[in-house]
């Protein structure tokens, strides 16, 4: 999409059509050189396309038309149809075949609905949560909350001014070129065709996620600084002050109403308990695409070593897995079966239950150093998904991964968490925040108050 908007800059305001010609050739070059270039590298570092990892590009804007959600990733349609076996040509019929019943179910009110649904999911805060909340404050000693389990709703609401002073501060110099019918510049242009191709894409074709804003983030930053440049900032700021000297108490009075009632109205948000599972431990995510399950062969044991900084953990450990039947390769049927699970707290010399869903039971986990172990309880090898194949990847510099002892490649799907029942937003944070906005309210007010005094005694002087 940012391509598109290029060329069509180019065509648009290039000065001559050589320059356009040199410009235009030089962008498609730029592209044959990256796209055949990334095959060479890929070719170099011994890359192999593996057919049941390929998905379609038509699972996401499956995702994307899902009735249910407000086109964001979901757990059912992220899974659809990429049971192991299916070769893409196969998924993308059946994908195909999703997308056109469910775009019969909608008439053109509900999709225009649908679409405005998406772009509030992905444009409505300006501040990213939804793929960010393993970002740990602190050390690998005291992972106890991230980042943005502990600050994120503040974040959000803090940064709610700034990201609608950007928006309309670009909107309003955009609509004043285009009312007087003023030129724009070039990088003006390009930068709003790309955000608008960005959120034509994603909004109209693709699955939504919060993060995928960020792409539009630059373009609206480079428009504002335009903006800033361009517009009486220093004129609307002094009209501005010569309304509110005219009667500063009144207008402080006002505002200072609507901070309590601000106040007063969004105060639940630090009474009202929610369920937080403060994650200490919490490795890989299960390939995007499916993978190549893991083999484990008959009998085998399998050992991880880890450590748990926190107490009152509840551990999570994927241990589903399958054996495939003798008979031959166009009739393999499947049997499901869990593997065994023993995990032990060698610091406390404490076995830990497990249930054969692989979870311990809340607060089991103290801590202390612990040894899981996988077992293969059958006589045939078994595959699972439990175990993420990282290849060359070495990961053993970092504390945050633990691999399987004497397999380094291999790393096990696990989860260990401490439940919690707190708040959105702390009352700290939360008054930290109204204060701030009333000592802010003041100072203005003194300000403005102090300049009109000023301005009375030089007018009696004279």
Same mark, same amino acid.
């Given at each position: 999409?940012?391509?598109?908007?290029?060329?069509?800059?180019?065509?648009?305001?290039?000065?001559?059509?050589?320059?356009?010609?040199?410009?235009?050739?030089?962008?498609?070059?730029?592209?044959?050189?990256?796209?055949?270039?990334?095959?060479?590298?890929?070719?170099?570092?011994?890359?192999?396309?593996?057919?049941?990892?390929?998905?379609?590009?038509?699972?996401?804007?499956?995702?994307?038309?899902?009735?249910?959600?407000?086109?964001?990733?979901?757990?059912?349609?992220?899974?659809?149809? /990429?049971? %192991?076996?299916?070769?893409?040509?196969?998924?993308?019929?059946?994908?195909?075949?999703?997308?056109?019943?469910?775009?019969?179910?909608?008439?053109?009110?509900? =999709?225009? /609905?649908?679409?405005?649904?998406?772009?509030?999911?992905?444009?409505?805060?300006?501040?990213?949560?939804?793929?960010?909340?393993?970002?740990?404050?602190?050390?690998?000693?005291?992972?106890?909350?991230?980042?943005?389990?502990?600050?994120?709703?503040?974040?959000?609401?803090?940064?709610? *001014?700034?990201?609608?002073?950007?928006?309309?501060?670009?909107?309003?110099?955009?609509?004043?070129?285009?009312?007087?019918?003023?030129?724009?510049?070039?990088?003006?242009?390009?930068?709003?065709?790309?955000?608008?191709?960005?959120?034509?894409?994603?909004?109209?074709?693709?699955?939504?996620?919060?993060?995928?804003?960020?792409?539009?983030?630059? *373009?609206?930053?480079?428009?504002?600084?335009?903006?800033?440049? /361009?517009?009486?900032?220093?004129?609307?700021?002094?009209?501005?002050?010569?309304?509110?000297?005219?009667?500063?108490?009144?207008?402080?009075?006002?505002?200072?109403?609507?901070?309590?009632?601000?106040?007063?109205?969004? $105060?639940?948000?630090?009474?009202?308990?929610?369920?937080?599972?403060?994650?200490?431990?919490?490795?890989?995510?299960?390939?995007?695409?499916?993978?190549?399950?893991?083999?484990?062969?008959?009998?085998?044991?399998?050992?991880?070593?880890?450590?748990?900084?926190?107490?009152?953990?509840?551990?999570?450990?994927?241990?589903?897995?399958?054996?495939?039947?003798?008979?031959?390769?166009?009739?393999?049927?499947?049997?499901?079966?869990?593997?065994?699970?023993?995990?032990?707290?060698?610091?406390?010399?404490?076995?830990? /239950?497990?249930?054969?869903?692989?979870?311990?039971?809340?607060?089991?986990?103290?801590?202390?150093?612990?040894?899981?172990? =996988?077992?293969?309880?059958?006589?045939?090898?078994?595959?699972?998904?439990?175990?993420?194949?990282?290849?060359?990847?070495?990961?053993?510099?970092?504390?945050? $991964?633990?691999?399987?002892?004497?397999?380094?490649?291999?790393? %096990?799907?696990?989860?260990?968490?401490?439940?919690?029942?707190?708040?959105?937003?702390?009352?700290?944070?939360?008054?930290?925040?109204?204060?701030?906005?009333?000592?802010?309210?003041?100072?203005?007010? $003194?300000?403005?108050?102090?300049?009109?005094?000023?301005?009375?005694?030089?007018?009696?002087?004279?």
């Amino acid at each position: 999409m940012i391509i598109i908007a290029l060329l069509i800059t180019i065509v648009l305001m290039g000065q001559t059509v050589r320059q356009k010609f040199l410009q235009i050739s030089l962008l498609i070059a730029t592209v044959i050189v990256v796209y055949f270039g990334s095959s060479v590298i890929q070719t170099a570092q011994r890359y192999e396309r593996n057919n049941q990892v390929v998905t379609p590009a038509t699972r996401y804007i499956n995702m994307g038309l899902n009735p249910n959600t407000s086109g964001q990733i979901d757990g059912n349609d992220a899974w659809l149809y /990429e049971q %192991p076996g299916r070769t893409p040509k196969e998924k993308n019929r059946l994908y195909l075949s999703s997308i056109k019943r469910r775009l019969l179910n909608y008439s053109v009110g509900s =999709l225009s /609905e649908h679409f405005l649904k998406k772009a509030t999911y992905m444009y409505g805060t300006g501040l990213t949560i939804q793929d960010f909340f393993y970002w740990y404050a602190g050390n690998k000693n005291n992972p106890e909350e991230s980042i943005l389990d502990r600050f994120g709703v503040t974040l959000v609401n803090g940064f709610q *001014f700034f990201y609608i002073l950007l928006s309309v501060m670009t909107f309003v110099f955009l609509w004043r070129h285009l009312k007087n019918k003023r030129s724009i510049p070039p990088v003006v242009l390009f930068s709003v065709l790309g955000v608008l191709g960005v959120c034509a894409f994603q909004v109209g074709l693709w699955e939504v996620r919060d993060r995928y804003s960020l792409l539009a983030v630059p *373009f609206t930053v480079f428009i504002f600084s335009y903006a800033l440049a /361009e517009l009486d900032i220093v004129g609307w700021i002094s009209r501005l002050g010569s309304i509110l000297k005219q009667d500063v108490i009144r207008y402080f009075i006002i505002s200072t109403g609507l901070l309590v009632f601000g106040y007063l109205s969004n $105060y639940p948000l630090t009474t009202q308990l929610v369920e937080k599972n403060n994650v200490s431990i919490h490795q890989p995510y299960v390939a995007y695409a499916g993978q190549s399950d893991v083999k484990i062969k008959a009998h085998d044991k399998l050992k991880i070593t880890f450590d748990v900084e926190t107490t009152r953990n509840a551990g999570s450990f994927y241990n589903s897995a399958y054996s495939i039947s003798s008979d031959s390769k166009s009739q393999q049927v499947k049997k499901y079966l869990p593997l065994q699970i023993s995990l032990r707290n060698t610091t406390l010399h404490k076995s830990i /239950e497990v249930d054969s869903n692989g979870n311990t039971k809340a607060n089991a986990m103290q801590k202390g150093k612990y040894v899981l172990t =996988l077992t293969n309880p059958m006589n045939q090898a078994v595959y699972t998904q439990g175990i993420i194949d990282i290849g060359k990847a070495d990961f053993s510099f970092n504390s945050l $991964y633990r691999s399987i002892s004497g397999h380094p490649d291999l790393m %096990p799907v696990m989860t260990v968490a401490r439940s919690s029942q707190n708040t959105l937003v702390s009352k700290k944070q939360y008054n930290a925040i109204f204060i701030l906005l009333f000592v802010s309210l003041c100072i203005i007010t $003194y300000m403005f108050r102090k300049k009109d005094k000023i301005r009375s005694l030089s007018k009696s002087k004279v």
